[in-house]
């Protein structure tokens, strides 16, 4: 046993497992492949637009990511680099996908925030912040782009404590913001790393590296772009924050690196930083209490179902977060929603679509379970005694709404089966009329676009054509009140009463102002917004 204890605990210590949160378009699957070209784990990067190569982003498996150039589900990759294990959660970057990244953010210990540095902080940037913050994990920013031309650093430092809250500590610093971008000033190592554009960006760059005070920086930069950076560097030890990595690691300070994804200035130095500043796995909350991931005994969760990862197998796989111990291949462990035991005898790792089956694995890892269909959303996976359970992932509310049945009767069967499944993943709500008949169901998404990949899987994967009348709704509110009957409410003529697909009263409305009269007619009333997959309440 000692020898296993040694073994997790130096296992848990080379891991880190991230999750990358971006405003569209602002190069996160490109920064992802970049990072896994510098691991060795591919060759050759390519780009979401390399049309003439014909290359599609190694982390897009899905048909409609590919026609598109959108990431809309997150991928898993592990690779190795410089003796750490390194788990990259590949979250889309389009808002209307955005239920799945904050599912994702559940199984990271720390995320990498891209900026675009000529847009700055964007909407979506910041809603995601908000959801990390929320969970108090580390934050680490990449101001991408800056090969092209970008806001001034300083300026950019601004936006991100004003706008998000948090203060940053440039470890680098760019030289040339208009267009004319040189290369970096490393702060931590008082170096300058002019780089080469590489072959556009698909393989390693080569780098010039000096003290700023070498005459040769003075010639090849030229004396006013070495003279700025001097005065830059003189300024920001003056007036700015001091490094703290107890600030960076409780989440108060977040460590900013510039470069370009797209040509690789500046992504190696950012790795071999964040790995040396980001946290390992640690403890996760339970219904006991704080589970330790150097405990000998094994335990997960499961924060994301996939359905036809391969279509010409129909296969659906449940993707589990290791918390604690050590998984081996074929191992038994209580499934503790249902209370009974689970044989693990198919795990795989993942490279977007390539998998490989794995052996072992450690806390920080993401496996990917075969699932006969007994796996949801924040299922707890235990080996041991007791009645371990990890808190619940959050339901995020619905803001699109619309009326979806199969074009074709005939086919109900494969639509209720596509549905169900595209449910269990997360990708929609799903909701019902109280007291009308099923002919119809009602589905909620977070973003319009997944009706979209909604009637494009239903058609490629169930063979189902949809009828789709979109609904004028843009709240689901849960009702709280344990055997309340919702008939018996006083509400606005505009909202519906549905159940959710647990049974679960809710209620559907246009607007806030719905919301604030069904709660000012029914004192009573208690509605939430955000549930967790294990909420529930009694019915009538």
């Given amino acids: ?21 971006s405003h569209p378009d602002a190069g996160k699957t490109t920064l992802t492949e970049k990072l896994l070209l510098y691991g060795g784990a591919i060759r050759l990067a390519g780009s979401v637009k390399a049309r003439k190569a014909n ?14 150039g959108i990431s809309v589900t997150s991928s898993v990759m592990q690779f190795e680099y410089n003796g750490y294990c390194i788990n990259i959660l590949d979250t889309p970057g389009h808002q209307d996908f955005s239920e799945d990244t904050y599912r994702t953010l559940v199984a990271a210990d720390s995320a990498v925030m891209l900026i675009d540095g000529a847009k700055g902080v964007e909407a979506q940037t910041i809603k995601l912040f908000h959801v990390c913050k929320m969970r108090g994990i580390p934050i680490f920013t990449f101001v991408n782009k800056m090969d092209r031309a970008s806001k001034d650093p300083f300026e950019l430092m601004e936006e991100i404590e004003q706008v998000l809250g948090i203060r940053s500590y440039p470890m680098n610093w760019p030289i040339g913001t208009e267009g004319d971008f040189k290369g970096i000033y490393n702060r931590k190592l008082s170096q300058i790393e002019l780089f080469d554009g590489g072959s556009h960006g698909q393989t390693q760059v080569s780098s010039t590296v000096g003290k700023v005070d070498d005459k040769i920086f003075a010639d090849l930069l030229g004396s006013h772009y070495h003279e700025k950076l001097c005065e830059d560097i003189e300024l920001l030890d003056l007036a700015g924050d001091e490094f703290d990595k107890k600030k960076i690691r409780s989440g108060e300070l977040t460590p900013m690196f510039f470069g370009s994804a797209m040509t690789n200035f500046g992504v190696q130095p950012f790795l ?29 969760f499961i924060f994301k179902i996939q359905a036809n990862m391969n279509p010409t197998h129909r296969d659906r796989l449940a993707f589990l977060r290791v918390c604690s111990g050590k998984f081996t291949k074929g191992m038994t462990v209580k499934h503790v929603n249902t209370g009974k035991d689970v044989r693990l005898s198919q795990p795989q790792q993942f490279m977007a679509q390539e998998r490989t089956i794995v052996e072992e694995a450690y806390p920080g890892d993401i496996i990917g379970l075969f699932d006969p269909g007994i796996f949801n959303l924040g299922d707890t996976l235990y080996q041991g005694n007791g009645n371990v359970r990890f808190e619940g992932i959050p339901i995020f509310p619905a803001e699109f709404f619309a009326r979806v049945s199969p074009a074709d009767t005939m086919k109900r069967k494969q639509f209720i089966k596509g549905i169900d499944q595209l ?7 799903v909701f019902k009329q109280i007291d009308i008949g099923i002919e119809a169901l009602i589905i909620g998404v977070v973003g319009a676009l997944q009706f979209e990949v909604l009637e494009y ?21 849960w009702i709280e009140n344990e055997g309340l009957d919702p008939r ?18 809710s ?19 208690k509605l939430i917004d955000i549930a967790t997959q294990d909420f529930k309440v009694k019915k009538y």
């Fill in 1 to 21: 046993m000692p020898d296993l204890k040694d073994e997790i605990k130096r296992e848990v210590s080379r891991r880190k497992t991230f999750a990358i949160i």
């Fill in 55 to 68: 290359k599609y982003a190694v982390s897009d498996w899905m048909e409609i990511e590919k026609q598109r």
């Fill in 272 to 300: 071999e930083s964040f790995l040396e500043l980001a946290p390992s796995p640690g403890v996760k909350a339970t219904s006991n209490g704080e589970i330790d991931p150097e405990s000998d005994k094994f335990s997960g």
């Fill in 423 to 429: 449910s269990e993943e997360g990708a929609i709500q």
């Fill in 457 to 477: 899987r239903l058609k490629n994967e169930y063979g189902v054509s949809l009828r789709v009348q979109n609904l004028p709704f843009r709240h689901a509110r």
């Fill in 488 to 505: 018996k409410l006083n509400l606005p003529s505009t909202s519906i009463i549905v159940e959710d697909k647990e049974g679960r009263n």
């Fill in 507 to 525: 209620i559907l409305f246009e607007n806030e102002w719905s919301i604030r009269m069904a709660e000012e007619r029914n004192k009573d009333l």
